[in-house]
């Protein structure tokens, strides 16, 4: 069982749900990611989604594209990312950690070439967002025989045969996109979601996570009634772009501890 698969069980067995925090890699300077990811851990944090820089994104609203121009003024890259895995695994092997990025990074260096780097570095999961699933069966079996877990996303525009078919191909949860729209949209309608949830455990046996739209610690305890995992990131990205060099790691610290702590009812 993956690292991820492993998280999910041991959250289960505690009647818990999976915090995952998402922040850019490199952002808001390279040497203060892999600080972050660890007080993302400290904070409550049980999976890290570490987004790979790229010019033009399609699902990322404007929080997280600034964050990905902050990243890429550094000459971040993702072999630098990787690198920060590296790092971060040096003092945490438990954690898993999902890539979540867009397809032309991975082209450029190579499906082989890549997939054995990112197992190399500690990746557990690699999330794609333009790689669909009718073209990306060959590296899923790729990322398989690496051991790393291919997340695939579900939108509420996603019909059932799609969802069947995803549900097939993914490994370690299903990412819900709660809302029509990129990141840091809108607000989350609760009660759609709800509706929506039956149809997707009817298409896949894994742990449902659920994103977008998720700005404070009452819609992360509600969501997290209805799925086994929430994920938090423009207002976390959010925090680390208004907050001052000195101030931000416990601005986000605090921040994702409020989060865990409404997601257990304290």
């Known amino acids: 069982m993956s690292r991820i698969g492993t998280t999910f069980t041991a959250l289960k067995a505690q009647n818990k749900k999976a915090l995952i925090p998402f922040i850019t890699a490199g952002d808001p300077v390279p040497d203060r990611t892999v600080p972050l990811m660890h007080r993302l851990v400290e904070a409550g944090a ?11 994104p399609m699902a990322d609203g404007p ?4 964050a990905s121009e902050r990243a890429l003024k550094h000459g971040v890259s993702l072999r630098d990312v990787l690198g920060m ?3 971060f695994r040096k003092q945490d092997t438990a954690t898993p950690v999902v890539l979540m990025g867009y397809a032309n990074p991975i082209e450029a260096m190579g499906h082989e070439p890549f997939a054995a780097a990112a197992a190399a570095a500690g990746v557990d999961g690699v999330l ?3 790689y669909p699933p009718e073209e990306s069966a060959s590296f899923v079996a790729l990322l398989g025989h690496h051991g790393i877990d291919p ?3 579900l939108s509420p525009t996603t019909p059932e045969a799609r969802m069947a078919q995803i549900g097939k191909l993914a490994r370690g949860f299903i990412y819900y996109v709660s809302l029509k729209g990129v990141t840091g949209a809108a607000t989350l309608d609760t009660a759609e979601v709800a509706r ?4 997707i455990r009817a298409a896949t046996s894994l742990p449902v ?5 998720i ?4 819609t992360a305890r509600t969501v997290s009634q209805l799925a086994d995992a929430v994920v938090i990131g423009s207002r976390i990205v959010e925090e680390i772009e208004n907050s001052t060099a000195a101030s931000l790691p416990d601005n986000v610290y605090t921040l994702v501890k409020s989060f865990r702590d409404a997601m257990d009812g304290k």
């Open 128 to 130: 794609t967002v333009d």
């Open 63 to 66: 929080t997280i594209q600034r």
């Open 209 to 213: 996570a659920i994103g977008f739209g």
């Open 215 to 218: 700005r404070d610690g009452q």
């Open 196 to 199: 929506k949830i039956p149809q």
């Open 151 to 153: 997340i695939y996303l």
């Open 46 to 56: 049980n999976i890290i989604e570490l987004g790979v820089p790229f010019s033009d």
């Open 85 to 87: 895995v590296v790092e």
